[in-house]
């Protein structure tokens, strides 16, 4: 039987941009903190939002290499909160900065290949 390694990979490459964009708006709500006011609450959503993403993202891949049930479930789901981190991003700034959203940007580039990869029905 085929393994499914497109789905895989690009989950893979969506996982490390959406952890690495969560790190650096992390750090930039924890440097903000003075001019934003609290932080605590954006740091967190960053952390969840961004990283859990990537994370769900990367289960979706996996599931989809060896064509599993759940495989294009979390991977929707991933995308899902990967969008949700650009939207809080967005909200955090009180609009859209591409330089810092990049990473982001590319992390849902990546997981939404990755689900479009995992939709796709096995063939033998």
């Known amino acids: ?6 789905a895989l990979v ?3 490459l969506g996982t490390i941009f959406g952890v690495i964009g ?3 708006w992390a750090a930039c709500a ?3 903190a003075s001019i934003v ?3 605590v609450g954006y740091t967190i959503g960053f952390v969840i939002l961004g990283i859990g993403g990537g994370v769900l ?4 891949g ?8 759940a495989r ?4 929707i789901l991933g995308l899902i909160l990967q969008v949700g981190a650009l939207i809080l991003q967005c909200v955090f700034v009180e609009g859209f900065v591409f330089v810092l959203s990049l990473w982001t940007l590319l992390s849902i580039l990546m997981c939404l290949l990755a689900t479009i990869f995992a939709a796709r029905t096995p063939k033998e």
């Open 72 to 75: 294009t479930g979390l991977s």
């Open 57 to 60: 993202s990367l289960i979706g």
């Open 37 to 39: 006011g609290t932080s």
């Open 62 to 69: 996996i599931q989809a290499y060896t064509w599993k049930s």
């Open 10 to 12: 690009l989950a893979i």
């Open 1 to 6: 039987m085929k393994k499914n390694i497109a």
């Open 22 to 24: 969560a790190i650096i």
């Open 30 to 32: 924890d440097s903000c």
